[in-house]
């Protein structure tokens, strides 16, 4: 006999992890190569001896990240990873059959999140390049529409928001339906226009009361192991979105981690890290785009090098992006993520590895 499983359920796919190939850098899960940040251990260490009590320094932590944000606690909610509070926030709003519009490609997270609770995926093609298309997203919204979900940059192209795109999407969205901001690479973007929901050492920018804020210690913070994200909305919101989560759900150790990460001490270490990651997305791009615009003097082959916002390039290849990453594997000994018939994206990690997939890109690219 087996479990009657929903129908949707049989939508996700079960997570697998793939073996990485051996003696190759990681650089196909976006997550930056840093030592834990200084005093983290000690923070952490601290809760320790609370181990078997229920609860954790929420409030503490909540606090900190308000005012890192320029906003009050009650428009905090921590959860267990920001893909924690993207799955609450579909559970809260959409009934079976209701629609979650989101752009395509983007982050594959998002429809298992929608089909966990039977709501339908709205999949809008981004431009060529990867930006999303703000006309045809704000076309695609029906009476069935309870979220217009955007990853900005959006993964895997790195292509941000701009002002007029956010200012449209802050005016235009139906105040019915939630526009759920995913900011998790925010931290990284460097593009003068681009612009965010709750930018952090910045003043507040005034949001609509549908608007929720997805952000996550997981890359500006390198705590991906320790689960930590946060939801940034009005009160009302937040105490909504935290009925669809389990009590006391995300552990007392990761809570500590956050409340440390939002001190001043770890906000300017974290600051320094991303500026240095962002540096090096950006020296990747230049150089690669240099090679490639000689590669075109001495009429050899080329590729686009395009602009990312995340801590990743972004290589859109199409059909030789397995190709590519194969050629990357063995020749730069690092591990891109391909996505077929897509791209390369290759996240930014130490700069000896980086350096290794400058070259064996430029290779790939510019033989005949
Ligand atoms: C756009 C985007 N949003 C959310 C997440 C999930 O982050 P978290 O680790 O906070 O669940 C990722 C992870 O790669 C992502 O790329």
């Not at 979220?147 to 007029?164: F, V």
């Not at 997305?281 to 240099?290: P, Y």
Request: glycine content about 6%.
């Amino acid at each position: 006999m087996t479990v009657p499983f929903r129908a949707a359920h049989d939508q996700i796919p079960v997570f697998r992890r793939t073996p990485l190939p051996a003696g190759a850098a990681r650089a196909c899960f976006n997550e930056p190569h840093v030592p834990p940040l200084d005093g983290l251990a000690e923070a952490v260490a601290a809760e320790i001896p609370h181990l078997n009590e229920y609860g954790s320094r929420v409030d503490e932590a909540r606090a900190n990240i308000a005012r890192a944000h320029g906003r009050q606690a009650d428009d905090v909610l921590l959860g267990s990873g920001s893909m924690d509070l993207i799955r609450a926030l579909i559970g809260s709003v959409c009934e079976p059959g209701d629609e979650v519009v989101t752009s395509w490609r983007t982050f594959e997270g998002y429809l298992p999140a929608c089909h966990a609770h039977g709501a339908t995926p709205v999949r809008v093609p981004t431009t060529a390049e990867g930006a999303h298309d703000v006309d045809s997203l704000l076309a695609a919204i029906t009476e069935r529409t309870r979220i217009l979900l955007i990853a900005s940059p959006n993964n895997p192209s790195g292509r941000a928001l701009t002002r007029e795109q956010l200012d449209r999407l802050l005016a235009e969205v139906p105040s019915r339906v939630v526009l759920a901001l995913d900011e998790a690479y925010s931290e990284f973007a460097t593009s003068p226009r681009a612009a965010f929901g709750a930018p952090l050492f910045a003043p507040a920018p005034a949001l609509p009361e549908n608007v929720v804020v997805l952000r996550t210690l997981s890359k500006s913070a390198a705590l991906a192991s320790l689960r930590v994200g946060y939801a940034l909305a009005a009160p009302g919101v937040i105490e909504g979105l935290s009925k669809m989560r389990t009590q006391n759900g995300v552990d007392r150790l990761a809570v500590a981690a956050a409340e440390f990460c939002f001190t001043d001490h770890a906000l300017e270490q974290i600051e320094d890290r991303v500026t240095w990651i962002a540096a090096e997305r950006q020296r990747i791009e230049r150089t690669l785009r240099d090679r490639m615009e000689r590669a075109e003097i001495e009429g050899k082959p080329r590729i686009e090098i395009v602009h990312s916002d995340g801590n990743f390039v972004w290589l859109p290849v199409g059909s030789r992006a397995e190709e590519l990453r194969d050629h990357l594997v063995d020749e730069a000994r690092v591990v891109p993520r391909a996505y077929a018939g897509e791209g390369v994206r290759y996240t930014v990690i130490e700069a000896e590895h980086n350096d290794r997939f400058v070259d064996a890109v430029s290779e790939w690219a510019t033989r005949g």
